[in-house]
């Protein structure tokens, strides 16, 4: 199975500022790669697909690259609620695969 | 508004059998693939199984293949998760989410399902 492996496991950043999170692949997914956010006791909330299209209603400050195995996630002029936890997932291969998640927390 | 509520979850013997529901509602139920996917804190997110917006086709990970089973009422707009053989390893948070063009799009907030003698 193709295995996401999310770094860095925590990163602390301070609001204002931006923030970059990877998601490796050990096999190409091409461009077939979603990032979600997810906080406490809620369900995940899908942010980008197409490894680069934000998802309706996502703000303009999320942005996201990459193909083929590096992926990255960026957040910029990081807002109060965007401190939450974001994983990656595939779906290129099977089985569906997720990333072991990076928790954004407050600087 | 679409809504994907999950329900079913409660504490079970190691063993027995437990079945999910979700229901949907606020878009065409129909017309779109429901997957099942877990979350625990110590693997994460796993995704279980998908089916097709008719019912056709069904895909399984390995590790519940032969164990769960999914299944649909699009007359009821609802879909479910059939769990038998129950381990202690299956207690978990299960959520069913949309599928559109094999994007997770909409997830329902989960269920709770706890193995335990």
């Known amino acids: 199975e193709t295995v996401l492996t999310q770094s860095p496991a925590t990163l602390s950043v301070s609001p204002g500022e931006s923030a970059t999170l990877s998601c490796r692949a050990s096999?190409?997914?091409?461009?077939?790669l979603v990032w979600y956010q997810q906080k406490p006791g809620q369900a995940p909330r899908l942010l980008i697909y197409g490894a680069s299209t934000r998802a309706s209603g996502i703000p303009a400050r999320f942005s996201g690259s990459g193909s083929g195995t590096e992926f990255t996630l960026t957040i910029s002029s990081l807002q109060s609620e965007d401190f939450a936890f974001y994983f990656c997932?595939?779906?290129?291969?099977?089985?569906?695969?997720f990333g072991q998640g990076t928790k954004l927390e407050i600087k | 508004q679409v809504h994907l509520v999950e329900s079913g979850g409660g504490v079970v013997q190691p063993g027995r059998s437990l079945r999910l529901s979700c229901a949907a509602s606020g878009f065409t139920f129909s017309r779109h693939g429901m997957h099942w996917v877990r979350q625990t804190p110590g693997k994460g997110l796993e995704w279980l199984t998908l089916?097709?917006?008719?019912?056709?086709?069904?895909y399984y990970a390995d590790s519940v293949k032969g164990r769960f089973t999914i299944s649909r009422d699009n007359s009821k707009d609802t879909l479910f998760l059939e769990m038998n053989s129950l381990r202690a390893e299956d207690t978990a948070v299960y959520f069913c989410a949309r599928d559109r063009a094999a994007v997770l799009d909409i997830w329902g907030q989960g269920t709770l399902v706890t193995v335990s003698s």
């Open positions: 089916i097709w917006f008719d019912g056709s086709n069904k």
């Open positions: 096999q190409s997914v091409s461009s077939n």
């Open positions: 997932q595939q779906y290129n291969n099977w089985p569906r695969t």
